[in-house]
């Protein structure tokens, strides 16, 4: 979580003060110490990796490339926007702290579930959550990759829709480590909250297109972030069909920013031939400088 980019460059620590001063504790102690209980609240985990993923874009902009585009998966998508200077850092952090706050007030822990079936079309996991939905609301929430769709709703509900997903040919199903059931309908309160205190903050126009989660299409206007913002919570996320939008633009690379390697590997589930690249240590973002400035000579005129 940013522990080894906060002790080697000046530029992460100064995020990481940065913010601790919008929010009032000590985030960097909190991601690298725990304890582990306080992480896994959303209303922490949320501005704690959105902290590790903006820190890494300020180390990496040592070295300064413009993208041609710029994504996020889910909470992914705040990281997007300030990379693209929609958004000041110390703004969403605070708000990606309300939006982890009104998600958890939304479905009480233990209550709501999220899994990921994999091995079957989008359409059969659709089936299975409507035969499901009879316990309770379960939907589609992520369409990740080809045979990768992951589910949320009430926990009771959401077991019976991979129950009958097994059944219609799902190769595994997969429960998720989450305290919350994101993006379905189950977060349209939250969404409600969020709106708020969205409207109050200060948008600009990217500077980069921003392909949003639930239209999988650039962000036309700077009008446009924060409905596109509030139906995220509730609504079912296009990866897949963001990644192929950029593919079409003739996007050929794919750099992943911050803790984990997930999209990275959904990426190439997506197209074999991408190039994905991953920084989230020292020896990872020298890895992005040396791969970008190659790439760069390598497509100049």
């Known amino acids: 979580m940013g522990k080894l980019l906060h002790e080697h460059y000046a530029e992460a620590r100064a995020v990481y003060a940065e913010a601790a001063d919008a ?12 304890p582990e209980a306080d992480l896994n609240r959303t209303a922490i985990t949320q501005p704690a990796l959105l902290t590790a993923s903006v820190a890494t874009l300020r180390v990496l902009a040592r070295k300064p490339t413009t ?37 958890q007030e939304a479905v009480p822990e233990g209550e709501g579930a999220m899994a990921a079936v994999l091995g079957l079309e989008p359409a059969a996991v659709a089936t299975a959550c409507l035969e499901a939905s009879e316990l309770g609301v379960v939907e589609p929430a992520n369409l990740n990759a080809p045979g990768q769709v992951v589910i949320a709703g009430a926990r009771a509900a959401v077991e019976r829709a991979g129950q009958l997903a097994s059944a219609a040919g ?4 997969v429960p998720l480590p989450v305290s919350v059931p994101s993006h379905c309908s189950l977060m349209r309160n939250a969404a409600q909250q969020l709106e708020g205190d969205l409207r109050n ?9 921003v392909v949003t989660n639930v239209d999988a299409k650039p962000l036309t206007s700077t009008d446009a972030i924060v409905p596109a913002l509030v139906r995220q919570l509730s609504s079912p996320l296009l990866w897949e069909a963001s990644i192929r939008f950029m593919l079409a633009q003739g996007v050929t690379t794919f750099v992943e920013i911050g803790p984990g390697r997930v999209l990275s590997g959904l ?12 920084a989230d ?11 970008l400035e190659h790439l760069t000579t390598e497509v100049a005129p």
Request: glycine residues 8%; proline residues 6%.
């Open 267 to 278: 990426t190439k589930k997506i197209e074999r031939s991408a190039r994905t690249l991953q």
């Open 170 to 173: 799902a190769k595994r199903i």
């Open 201 to 209: 903050a200060t948008w600009s126009s990217p500077a980069v297109p």
């Open 67 to 103: 993208p041609s585009f710029v994504a996020g998966h889910s909470l992914g998508e705040y990281t997007a926007l300030v990379c693209a200077g929609a958004v000041p850092f110390a703004q969403a952090v605070k708000l990606v702290h309300q939006r982890g706050r009104y998600m």
């Open 23 to 34: 929010l009032g504790w000590d985030v960097a102690r909190v991601s690298f110490e725990g």
């Open 281 to 291: 240590a020292p020896e990872s973002v020298e890895a992005v400088w040396a791969a």
